[in-house]
């Protein structure tokens, strides 16, 4: 493991020294300040609606619980510098994405504005490097390029690419939905196995990931992280232009998904959702009930997990415990049961403890709709879909009898006809004819069927 970390360092060295002789160095303060310019002051007055600020999560030295890994700070414009120096410079835990968020939590939900998309990089060597500054900045056309990024972050062992907004995103709902996209095309793009990453498995994440601090300490490696301006500010439609599938571009003129029903009509097909969301007006996401079968089936699926993806199988053990209803401690036991067994899997990065805290943070309500693409994409297991064809059970199986009659009607039969097979009320009789003196319940227990079955026909 030392002579791991000794390669590591020397091939951090080696890489800042490129970046070095092309780019010019900017430290964290800087860094956020240029990310985030239009942070809210200590006690300023934001009026009737929340002025979105840069949230961060930070490791307390004096905190003792280590079940609590982390604490939220908002990133305040007029305190920004004490803070940096108190809970960001040279600390080995901090967590920062590219969002602005309304109000003191840092959930999806509660995102307002995206000032920055921020891509993962793992595994970068020289050759890796040199592959990925030969590639961005090209026009989209050419195979495998890749835009002008704004930031280019050594995080340890590999990249953070960041794409730093003109002007900030609004994160309307569907918005939100298509930027996911957006970053999952060009992360497919991005990532190539030998070209511009030595790990193989391309790692998906979501647009409100937390990536370690510009200016805090990598302290698996005990590395700084550092940052170097590769480019200006960038748009919207200069990203989309990268998109390898059309329907993967972002387009701000669709906000919102457009309703198919008028509010009369969705009263009238949708009455108990009319009843919670328009008049209760709870515009949270109903929660599904889910059998905790889904969640036994998640932990029997840790021997799938690749190296690259073990965060984020814990991250959805957490998930499916929220679906699931599992006590939080219980999925925390779970975790910790898992957890030699995933630090085994062959990786650059070592899975630590930290890490497994960092991941049952996502046990929060917001995650109770996670869909199965997302969690396919972020852990590279596949999920096989039920059978309805995302029909309710009633509607399937409307449909499946339509289709047995049919056949049925092909070949000149009739289900009612069984097909040859005795029906029940032959079969008891018979039965009763060479045993006339077993009782119901033996008759019952023989013939494998009801006791209220044979009364109907004794």
């Not at 080696?14 to 310019?37: T, V």
């Not at 109000?103 to 970068?124: C, I, S, Y």
């Not at 961005?136 to 794409?163: C, D, N, W």
């Not at 929060?364 to 029909?391: A, C, P, S, V």
């Amino acid at each position: 493991m030392a002579n791991n970390i000794k390669d590591i360092q020397g091939n951090y060295t080696k890489i800042k020294d490129i970046l070095d002789c092309n780019y010019d160095e900017i430290n964290g303060y800087d860094f956020y300040r240029y990310l985030f310019p239009n942070n809210q002051n200590e006690g300023e007055d934001s009026g009737e609606h929340y002025k979105p600020n840069a949230i961060y999560l930070y490791r307390d030295e004096e905190e003792e619980n280590p079940k609590r890994t982390y604490k939220k700070r908002i990133m305040l414009n007029n305190n920004w510098e004490e803070d940096y120096m108190n809970y960001v410079e040279c600390n080995d835990k901090t967590l920062c994405s590219g969002l602005s968020y309304r109000g003191k939590t840092n959930r999806l939900e509660n995102a307002q504005h995206m000032n920055a998309l921020v891509f993962d990089l793992d595994a970068v060597g020289e050759d890796e490097l040199f592959n990925l500054r030969a590639r961005i900045g090209r026009k989209p056309e050419a195979y495998r390029t890749l835009p002008q990024p704004t930031f280019i972050v050594m995080s340890g062992t590999g990249l953070h690419i960041y794409y730093v907004f003109k002007d900030p995103i609004d994160l309307y709902p569907n918005i939100k939905l298509q930027l996911k996209q957006l970053k999952y095309d060009l992360t497919f793009r991005m990532w190539d196995y030998k070209g511009t990453s030595k790990e193989k498995q391309v790692q998906y994440q979501s647009i409100n990931q937390g990536f370690r601090m510009v200016g805090s300490i990598n302290d698996k490696y005990d590395l700084e992280v550092v940052a170097f301006k590769t480019g200006g500010k960038v748009t919207l439609d200069y990203l989309n232009s990268y998109a390898m599938k059309e329907e993967n571009k972002v387009d701000i003129n669709r906000p919102f998904k457009p309703s198919k029903y008028s509010k009369e009509e969705a009263k009238e097909k949708f009455p108990e959702w009319h009843q919670r969301v328009i008049v209760e007006g709870d515009k949270n996401a109903k929660k599904w009930n889910i059998k905790r079968d889904l969640y036994d089936w998640w932990l029997r699926q840790k021997d799938k997990v690749l190296g690259g993806h073990r965060y984020f199988y814990l991250m959805c053990m957490a998930i499916y415990g929220v679906k699931c209803n599992i006590p939080k401690e219980e999925v925390r036991e779970d975790m910790l049961d898992v957890f030699d067994y995933l630090a085994d899997i062959d990786h650059s990065n070592p899975l630590t403890e930290k890490d497994l805290y960092s991941a049952l943070e996502v046990y929060d309500r917001g995650y109770y709709n996670f869909t199965i693409n997302d969690i396919e994409k972020l852990t590279d297991i596949r999920i096989e879909r039920n059978k309805r064809n995302y029909q309710n059970q009633r509607d399937h199986l409307e449909e499946a009898r339509m289709i047995r009659d049919l056949r049925m009607k092909r070949e000149g039969k009739k289900w009612t006809d069984n097909n040859g097979r005795p029906s029940k009320e032959s079969l008891v009789k018979e039965y009763i004819e060479k045993n006339p003196d077993d009782n119901p319940t033996k008759i019952a227990k023989n013939l494998g069927i009801s006791r209220t079955t044979v009364y109907k026909y004794l």
